[in-house]
Each structure stands twice: as structure tokens, then as C-alpha cells.
């Protein structure tokens, strides 16, 4: 299949010759490799990198916005008057209404249009920015929240979808994807640092306020140099299906979100109550003893059952099943809720092992969190020039081995431990380890899903590394909180003061490293899943057929 220019297409409108997956089995003359990949346009759109840069601004800003606001909660609390049981809101409401609505998302952004769901998602992110900035209350901020969940569903998908579609070349897709792959491993550190700046040389509400510029600059520049596309063929919605998906997922993520804050709710009673003495030693309970949360995650698991059920019969499905049970898709998707539930365990307690042991500043904070950024940044770079040359399999099977390697360096921290000495080099083989794992894992998610699905597929991307990381918090918030709670009781046991503020931060200490350790497990049997599963080799990388698109 060749692209030309076709007959009826607006300037700047990407369009397919035709869809796909039949395609692949109907027009044999079309050579096919094992991932169900064609030959990339001849044709592609001139302004696909100015497009690119456009993107990578929007697709910083929801990334950003998950960490962002994690150093400014003290401020915030205090100025709003939040209790401490309600501020985990302040992050939840984010994270819920953006899991939730992820698939959704995907799928409006096919069948509405990429261009046009990406320019509501950065205009609508933009307004529930200004609104979280001008908050007088708990509940206008949490309100605020949501909506940036609501419309960083639509950005995200739309943006990654975007750029599958405007680079069909394998190299110039690679590089793209190493843009993408660096934002994505190291967004997340630039937030912190962002955050820690803003709240102390300027105040809480530029933590949104940030956002307005930007996302207002990239509708600016999107207009005219991002392309429209859609999916071909039928574009019904799947409405059954999108109800049962966005609350199964919703609530998944509410559930353990609860076991999270229960963990620490319950270890802030108990060292409040050993604090106070009494002669009894008082343990935290698990937050995996919450019945509610428990309910509400086994309700998710079978709303999603249910999902799966319907779309297995349904004629245009919301989320077609192929585009899961693909044996490398379905490879790197599981990749990717692993790499996301061990990741959130560097960030949220390496913050709190700065600020809360070290007594760094909060602006000190964020830039002791940049060496992750430094190795993404360098090894996205490498990632992307090595994909077209090894194939996906090798980089993503040593990115997780290095960045298991980084957070289990980081598992050896002490109370007096120097930056240069752990921190530094256990955050940059981290960051490495990222690189090298997220150009390759969304590529490879993308591949052969076809311009029809390009959307839905992105959006599973987004949607597995957010419930990844919902759970990675759950398990290792838990995990972290006994760890503390052992700590203690053997402290006391052996007659130590549980008063004494160092026998405190010691215990800390325990609860951050073992939380390390246990992330390290996670990114190992990521490294597993992707050595096993993952079968696609460099021949398997340039776009897919039906990706295949005119530019008029």
C-alpha cells in the first residue's frame, strides 16, 4: 500500500486508504511481518516534528500534574484548612477521574477526531487548572482536581495516538517515541522540582496556574501545525461498554487508593499514640484490613469482567479485545502496570526520604529528585537510536534489570547517608533503566494496532500504568507501614524511647527502604514478563499498515 495524495482531503488532514486489520488478510499482496505491519507511507506529513514538539508540551503537562502538587501539600492543607484524613483527596480525585476515563478517552479521540479531542483536553485542562489555582475551599479544589482528570483523559491518549500516527518511518518513529519515552520517565522528577520552586519562592496556586500558559501556547501552535486524523470504517460508540469500563476502572483505582490512606492513616495514629507512651506499644493495622476498599475493588474486577463479556460480542467494541490479546501488545501492556506500580515508589518515597529525614527544603527536594531525569533523559536518546538496530525486547529487558538495580541501590539509604554517595547514583541508573523501557514499551504497544484503534490502544497504555501505579502505592504503602511498625515495636522491645525523635526517623528509614526493595521486585518481573512474552524482533517496528495515511 502506497500513500498518495487523495481526492477530497483537506489541507493538513491526515486520512487512511483504507482500515485495517482485514486488510492484512485480504490483500495478501501486501507483505506483513509477525507484529501485522506494513510498509510505511512514502508520503509523511511535512510538519511532523513542529507537530511533535506541540504534543510533548501537553503530554509534560498531565504527567507533570501527578507530582507536581505531591511537595506543595503542606501549604496547601494549611491554607485551606484540609484535614490530614481528607488531603489524600487532593491527589485521588486526579487520579480517579483520569483512570477512569482513559478508554473512553481513547476511544473518542478516534472517532471524534485526534486533533480536535486533544485541543478540548489542553483547552478543558487548562480551565480545571485556573480553577484549582482560584480554590477557597477543600471542595472547589477537589472539583478542580477531577476535571484535570476528566480532560487529561482526553489529552493523553489523543496525544500519544497522534503520534503514532504522524511517524511511519521505524527510525523517525523511534525518536519520536524517545521524546515521548523521556517526558514520560522524567516528568515526573521535573514536577517535583517544579513544585518545590513554585511552593517556596512562590506560592501553592502556581502549581496550577503553570499550566495555563502552556496548555494555552500549544492550542496556539496545534492549530496550524497539528493534522487532523480519525479512524476509518464504523465509528459507533460502545456506550455500555464505556459505562461498565470507566466505573470498573474508577473504582479499582478507589479501592486501593483507600488501602493506600488507610496504611497511612493507620501508622500516623500509631506513632502519635507511641509518642504519647503509656507502656503499651501500639501497632499500625494494615489498610488491607479496609472492608470498603475491599468492596470496591472487587466490584471493579467484575464491572471489568463484565467489559471484557460485552466487548467479546459487541460489533464495534470500545476496547477490541485484539488489540489486548496480542501476544506483544498484551506483553508490554503488563510491562507497563508493573514498571507503573514500581515507579511510584521511587518518587513519592524518595520525596519523603529527602524532606522528611535529610531536612531537605522543598525546592532541595525536587532538585535532589533530577539525576532521574538526567539518565532518561540520556538513555531515551540511546533507546531510540538502538530500537531500529536491536528491536524492543533487549532494551526493555535491561531497562528493567537497571532500573530494578537503582531502586534496590536506594534501598541502602540511612539516616546519615550522603546525596553523592546512594541517592545520586541509584536515581541515575533508575532514570537509565526508565529510558531504556518506556521508548520501546510504547512503541511496542502501538505497533500493527492499527489507525483504527490507534486511540483505544494508547489509551490501554496510559490506563495500565495508571492502575499500576494505584496498586504499586496500595502494596507498597502497606509493605512500608509494617516494615515501620516492626521497626518500632523491636526498638521499644530492646529499650529504646519511642519519644526519641531519631528512633522515629529511624524507623522511617525501615519503611522507605523496604518499599524500595519491594519496587525492585516489581520492575524485575517486569523484565520477566517482557523476556517471556515479548516476541517481536526489529523487523516487526515500522508502522503498522493501517496506519498508513494521506497527507492532503
Known amino acids: ?140 479544589l477537589f472539583g478542580a482536581r477531577a476535571l484535570q482528570g476528566v480532560f487529561g483523559a482526553l489529552l493523553a491518549p489523543a496525544s500519544l495516538a497522534l503520534i503514532t500516527v504522524l511517524f511511519t518511518e521505524p527510525k523517525e518513529r523511534a525518536k519520536a517515541f524517545g521524546v515521548y519515552g523521556a517526558i514520560a520517565g522524567g516528568g515526573a522528577a521535573i514536577g517535583l522540582l517544579l513544585g518545590g520552586v513554585l511552593t517556596e519562592y512562590a506560592d501553592w496556586r502556581w502549581c496550577f496556574w503553570v499550566n495555563l500558559p502552556v496548555a494555552l501556547l500549544a492550542i496556539v501552535l496545534a492549530i496550524p501545525f ?3 486524523s480519525k479512524a476509518p470504517g ?30 497511612q492513616t493507620n501508622a500516623a495514629e500509631a506513632a502519635e499514640a507511641n509518642a504519647r507512651g ?19 475493588i472487587v466490584a471493579g474486577l467484575l464491572l471489568v469482567v463484565a467489559f471484557v463479556v460485552l466487548e467479546l460480542r459487541t460489533r464495534n467494541p470500545l476496547l477490541p479485545m485484539r488489540i489486548v490479546l496480542d501476544r506483544n501488545r498484551g506483553g508490554a501492556f503488563l510491562t507497563s502496570t508493573l514498571v507503573g506500580a514500581g515507579l511510584i515508589g521511587a518518587f513519592f518515597f524518595l520525596s519523603l526520604y529527602f524532606q522528611q529525614v535529610l531536612e531537605y527544603e522543598p525546592v532541595v527536594a525536587g532538585l535532589a529528585s533530577l539525576p532521574v531525569s538526567l539518565g532518561v533523559f540520556i538513555a531515551a536518546g540511546a533507546s531510540s537510536a538502538l530500537l531500529p538496530r536491536i528491536g524492543p525486547k533487549p532494551l526493555m529487558v535491561a531497562g528493567g534489570l537497571l532500573a530494578a538495580s537503582g531502586l534496590f541501590t536506594l534501598s541502602f539509604v540511612g539516616l546519615d547517608t550522603g546525596f553523592w554517595t546512594l541517592p545520586f547514583p541509584g536515581q541515575v541508573l533508575l532514570g537509565l533503566g526508565l529510558g531504556f523501557t518506556f521508548v520501546p514499551l510504547s512503541n511496542l504497544a502501538l505497533v500493527g494496532a492499527g489507525e483504527h484503534d490507534a486511540g483505544a490502544a494508547s489509551a490501554m497504555l496510559n490506563a495500565t500504568q495508571q492502575v499500576g501505579a494505584s496498586i504499586g502505592t496500595a502494596v507498597l504503602a502497606s509493605l512500608s507501614v509494617a516494615a515501620i511498625s516492626s521497626y518500632t515495636a523491636d526498638a521499644i522491645a530492646g529499650g529504646a524511647n519511642p519519644q526519641d525523635a531519631r528512633v ?28 517471556v512474552l515479548i516476541q517481536a524482533t526489529k523487523e516487526d517496528l515500522p508502522a503498522e499498515g493501517d496506519a498508513v495515511v494521506h497527507v492532503g
Open 278 to 296: 503509656g507502656g503499651e506499644m501500639v501497632t499500625a493495622a494494615s489498610g488491607w484490613s479496609d472492608g470498603p476498599a475491599w468492596s470496591f
Open 234 to 263: 464504523d465509528t459507533s460508540y460502545d456506550i455500555p461498554g464505556a459505562v461498565l469500563i470507566t466505573l470498573g476502572l474508577a473504582s479499582i483505582v478507589y479501592g486501593f487508593t483507600r488501602v493506600s490512606e488507610a496504611s
Open 504 to 531: 522515629s526517623l529511624a524507623a522511617q528509614v525501615e519503611g522507605y527502604t523496604t518499599a524500595f526493595t519491594w519496587a525492585s521486585v516489581l520492575l524485575v518481573l517486569g523484565a520477566a514478563v517482557a523476556a
Open 1 to 140: 500500500m502506497v500513500a498518495g495524495r487523495s481526492r477530497g482531503t483537506s489541507a493538513g488532514e491526515l486520512r487512511p486508504t483504507r482500515s485495517t486489520d482485514e486488510d492484512l488478510v485480504t490483500h495478501p499482496e501486501q507483505p506483513a511481518s509477525a507484529a501485522g505491519v506494513q510498509a510505511p507511507a512514502e508520503e509523511p506529513y511535512e510538519r511532523r516534528w513542529l507537530a511533535l514538539g506541540v504534543i510533548a508540551m501537553t503530554v509534560l503537562l498531565v504527567i507533570l500534574d501527578a507530582t507536581i502538587v505531591n511537595i506543595a501539600l503542606p501549604a496547601v492543607t494549611a491554607d485551606l484548612g484540609i484535614s490530614t484524613a481528607s488531603q489524600q483527596w487532593i491527589v485521588t480525585a486526579y487520579t480517579l477521574t483520569f483512570g477512569g476515563f482513559l478508554l473512553l478517552g481513547g476511544r473518542i479521540a478516534d472517532f471524534w477526531g485526534r486533533k480536535r479531542t486533544y485541543l478540548v483536553g489542553a483547552a478543558g485542562f487548562a480551565a480545571a487548572s485556573a480553577l484549582g489555582g482560584f480554590a477557597q475551599n477543600e471542595a472547589m
Open 226 to 228: 497539528v493534522p487532523e
